[in-house]
């Protein structure tokens, strides 16, 4: 009974030296092809493949950044126009114009699309941004003016069948 204790003690520690010797050997070349960057980040990849089971907690209470609206008219002649413009991807972009509100949705690089209808004289633009956790961003606001009536345009000088006459006046 001893040496057949034995016997099975021995084959678990050969075992554990093969085990070792390959995973030392896997190491020296994991280090050799790929420096010790490579050995770091393949070291942290398995422990997260340990602990991946473990729940994680994930509680979010940075607001959005405001949005961003690209290059607007201050004033135009279009009863509509579109919005476009830029804020935390996946959040919920709320935009009021003379107090009518618009929701809409961020993509995922960010980016916000809406058309909108402008009323005559000046419109008043806010909007504000909300993410998935339920934060708010701080408020954009700006302004744009409708303008539909035509310029007047009335020239004074020169007057009908004026003459200009010298060496510096072209006919």
């Not at 476009?84 to 509100?101: D, L, Q, W, Y």
């Not at 956790?133 to 004026?162: A, H, W």
């Amino acid at each position: 009974m001893y040496s057949r204790r034995l016997t099975i003690e021995e084959r678990k520690n050969k075992k554990r030296a093969y085990t070792l010797i390959v995973i030392t050997l896997g190491l020296i070349i994991l280090i050799f092809f790929y420096g010790l960057t490579g050995a770091a980040k393949f070291s942290a990849f398995l422990l997260d493949l340990r602990r991946g089971s473990e729940e994680v907690e994930v509680s979010d209470s940075t607001p959005p950044p405001p949005p961003r609206f690209d290059s607007q008219p201050s004033a135009t002649n279009q009863d509509s126009l579109e919005l476009k413009g830029s804020t935390e991807a996946g959040s919920t972009v709320n935009i009021t114009v003379n107090g009518k509100k618009e929701e809409v949705l961020a993509n995922s690089q960010g980016r916000f699309l809406l058309t909108i209808n402008l009323s005559e004289g000046i419109n008043i633009i806010v909007a504000y941004a909300k993410d998935n956790s339920g934060n708010v961003s701080q408020k954009t606001e700006t302004e744009i003016i409708l303008d539909n009536d035509e310029p007047s345009l009335e020239i004074s000088k020169p007057e009908d069948e004026s003459e200009f006459f010298g060496s510096r006046q072209r006919q």
